[in-house]
């Protein structure tokens, strides 16, 4: 049998650390599925696919494990990792490029969640587009990772015009406004299991000792920068009192919904804001989220009793088949 594949996007020289991340999946993957018995391949795969695509045809690997995040560091090509596979036709793990689409844009997603009826902030995607009075917080279209987002991303209605054209101008790309929900921070872990869907243990994202005036986000910072104040300050926590638990029900339920329409696959992750009365806000949903060990859905995983060479088996138990 062929050896078994990792696609990931490859790296320039100077990427900055969110998106160096995906080596440590790469190696963590890697070295499960060869405890696990598979001969492992690992592939970089650029905006010229022509090598990845010969690579394919030529090997059939038995399956892809698929670590596309972004190519050339825009993450609007997130997609294209699973569409060349779906093309060459070879097996690979997690969501098809349509779901990884639907999801990878915060704008079709929040549609797609409106239309049916699943809560999602209010948004203003035009700089012409009036904004509500109350605070907004300003995010990438395209791009995860809590790219571009920092204290000042958090504006009054007033402000919103102006952030957005600042953004742009400083960040390139596309940019949106999304009503900012006070309140507290969950992330839903999801995993494949023979009769859909297996919701991990909730976690909830603290903001300790978080000075009255400063937003309590998880913004670049707390992701990427670990001496920052708000790396040191944003712990996940999956410990919760019984006055928590209808609540929490109450997110798993949501997390599956999401599951179902944006026909995840594999492994996802819904994260969510609930306000000050206990209203659940999805914010987005993660087809194919980070599978480093350090991160959240590993966590998630671990929690429920998983150790992270079961996490990767049962990704693998569910590979798709073009």
Known sequence: MSPVTILYGALAADAPPDERDVLIEVEAVEAALKRLGYAVATLPVSLNLQH???????QRPAFVFNLVESLDGRGRFCPVGAALLEETKVPYTGAS?????????????KRLLKLCDIDTPDWRAAE????????????????HASIGIDDDSVVDACDVTEMLAA?????GGEWFAERFVEGREFNIALIENTNGPQVLPPAEIEFENFPNHKPRIVGYAAKWQPDSFESMHTPRTFDFGEHD???LETLGGFAGHCWSL?????????????DEAGRPWVLEVNANPC??????FAAAAARAGFSYDEVIERIVNHVSHP
């Open 52 to 58: 990845a695509s010969a690579y394919l045809r030529q």
């Open 97 to 109: 490029s349509t779901a990884l689409f639907m999801s990878s844009s915060k704008l079709l997603a």
């Open 128 to 143: 012409s587009d009036a904004a509500a009075d109350g605070r907004w917080i300003i995010k990438s279209v395209w791009e």
């Open 167 to 171: 953004r742009r101008k400083r960040l």
């Open 245 to 247: 638990h209808p609540l």
């Open 262 to 274: 944006f026909e995840c696959r594999g492994y996802a992750r819904v994260d969510f804001r609930v």
């Open 291 to 296: 599978l480093a060990p350090d991160a959240g």
